[in-house]
């Protein structure tokens, strides 16, 4: 994972570094102090959502790994419960209307519930999947914390820079996780890839 995602997110933030580079830069917000902090602040987002998208992607890959498909299916789906939470209690988000937060906290035990019902149906052996399922809510819980954290980077930025930034950003940390495990990222070996036959 740490070799395939390095590449990839490498070469997708330098092309679209390339990109950028083609684009005119215009911009009509007047020079301020605000404007200023607010890009700085933007920026700083940008470069914290790189690093939430690549742990995210870590934990995820560790969890299937780790549990069924069946349990990563459904654990995953708690995101939307993380996401609600993330906004309302700490990057509070104005576009969540009162109306939606009380549909959303009624939803929740019956979510909670399902899952419970769902997970203690499964007749595999729940202590050999513990630690992927324990990986795929906090996976779930990543994955909040970094849409969450894009729309705050794209606040003051054009959405090609944030993304850039969240390809280069996360590129990096697997290039950082691959040398601490010794990944080879020049020679990959078929047996570690998924072959899919159709």
């Known amino acids: ?14 092309l679209l570094q390339a990109y950028s580079l083609t684009k005119k830069r215009s911009s009509n917000a007047p020079f301020t102090l605000k ?34 498909v069946a349990h990563v299916v459904i654990l995953f789906s708690t995101n939307p419960i993380f996401t609600a939470l993330i906004s309302r209690f700490w990057l509070r988000d104005a576009h969540m209307s009162p109306s939606m937060s009380q549909r959303i906290w009624a939803a929740y035990p019956l979510a909670l519930l399902g899952i419970f019902l769902l997970l203690s149906g499964d007749e595999t052996d729940q202590g050999a999947h513990l630690s992927g399922d324990a990986m795929i809510v906090f996976s779930a819980f990543l994955h909040s914390f970094y849409l969450l954290a894009a729309r705050r980077a794209r606040m003051a930025l054009p959405n090609l820079a944030v993304s850039k930034t969240i390809y280069l950003v996360s590129g990096v940390f697997f290039l950082a996780t691959g040398l601490v495990f010794g990944v080879d990222f020049i020679h990959f070996d078929p047996k570690n890839g998924v072959v899919v036959k159709l």
């Open 1 to 14: 994972i740490e070799m395939i995602c390095f590449w990839r997110l490498i070469a997708a933030g330098l």
């Open 35 to 68: 404007n200023v902090q607010e890009i700085s602040s933007s920026k700083k987002w940008a470069v914290a959502t790189g690093f939430f998208f690549y742990i995210h992607i870590w934990t995820f890959v560790f969890a299937v790994h780790h549990t069924s």
